[in-house]
């Protein structure tokens, strides 16, 4: 009977393992819509708007069907941004006439949102736009906790004393982060 035992001593450690297996992590609903950016090898559909139609959790890719005709492309999670979230714009140097803005793309090279405001668009560092709570992010860039870096987390709230985010995980842990590793 207790030859079965130390088997069983290996189970409570397997139970952790399909969180790490991405099968319940945290993904962006089917028809969420994206811009490509920053493809190198099918560089062709950058700057394209598409829609999410789900998550290969095999390649961690998500597959997006192109706004303009019928081809859908897997792209990981890096080379597309949310666009149509309205967000918040705080702390510029000079204020906008509107401090309300809709996201329309990322720039890369310049760590910036492309945000359109006042009927013109313009690039926006990532810490002055606050994305509104409840809206799904990608974490990157973490030091400190960077088994998070990649994962998908839902903001909870923005607290400008701190200037931080709350933002959940799949599962229910919540760290505070800086708006600069917040992606959309």
Same mark, same amino acid.
């Given at each position: &009977? /207790?030859? $079965? @035992? *130390? #088997? %069983? !001593? =290996? +189970?409570? &450690? /397997?139970? $952790? @393992? *399909? #969180? %790490? !297996? =991405? +099968?319940?992590?945290?993904?962006?609903?089917? #028809?969420?819509?994206?811009?490509?950016?920053?493809?190198?090898?099918?560089?062709?559909?950058?700057?394209?708007?598409?829609?999410?139609?789900?998550?290969?959790?095999?390649?961690?890719?998500?597959?997006?069907?192109?706004?303009?005709?019928?081809?859908?492309?897997?792209?990981?999670?890096?080379?597309?941004?949310?666009?149509?979230?309205?967000?918040?714009?705080?702390?510029?140097?000079?204020?906008?006439?509107?401090?309300?803005?809709?996201?329309?793309?990322?720039?890369?090279?310049?760590?910036?949102?492309?945000?359109?405001?006042?009927?013109?668009?313009?690039?926006?560092?990532?810490?002055?736009?606050?994305?509104?709570?409840?809206?799904?992010?990608?974490?990157?860039?973490?030091?400190?906790?960077?088994?998070?870096?990649?994962?998908?987390?839902?903001?909870?709230?923005?607290?400008?004393?701190?200037?931080?985010?709350?933002?959940?995980?799949?599962?229910?842990?919540?760290?505070?982060?800086?708006?600069?590793?917040?992606?959309?």
């Amino acid at each position: &009977g /207790m030859g $079965g @035992m *130390p #088997g %069983m !001593g =290996g +189970m409570p &450690g /397997m139970s $952790g @393992m *399909p #969180g %790490m !297996g =991405g +099968m319940n992590l945290l993904t962006l609903p089917s #028809g969420t819509q994206v811009k490509i950016i920053d493809l190198v090898s099918a560089a062709q559909y950058n700057e394209q708007t598409a829609r999410i139609v789900n998550f290969d959790f095999e390649t961690q890719r998500y597959i997006v069907q192109l706004d303009n005709g019928n081809n859908s492309i897997k792209v990981q999670p890096q080379n597309f941004v949310q666009t149509g979230i309205r967000v918040e714009i705080t702390g510029l140097k000079q204020p906008l006439s509107s401090n309300q803005g809709i996201v329309k793309g990322f720039n890369s090279s310049k760590q910036r949102f492309q945000i359109l405001c006042d009927d013109k668009e313009i690039l926006i560092k990532q810490s002055n736009v606050i994305i509104p709570k409840s809206t799904i992010v990608r974490v990157d860039g973490l030091q400190n906790a960077s088994q998070y870096n990649g994962q998908y987390a839902r903001i909870l709230n923005y607290d400008p004393e701190i200037g931080r985010y709350l933002a959940q995980f799949q599962g229910g842990s919540q760290i505070k982060i800086k708006p600069d590793n917040i992606f959309l």
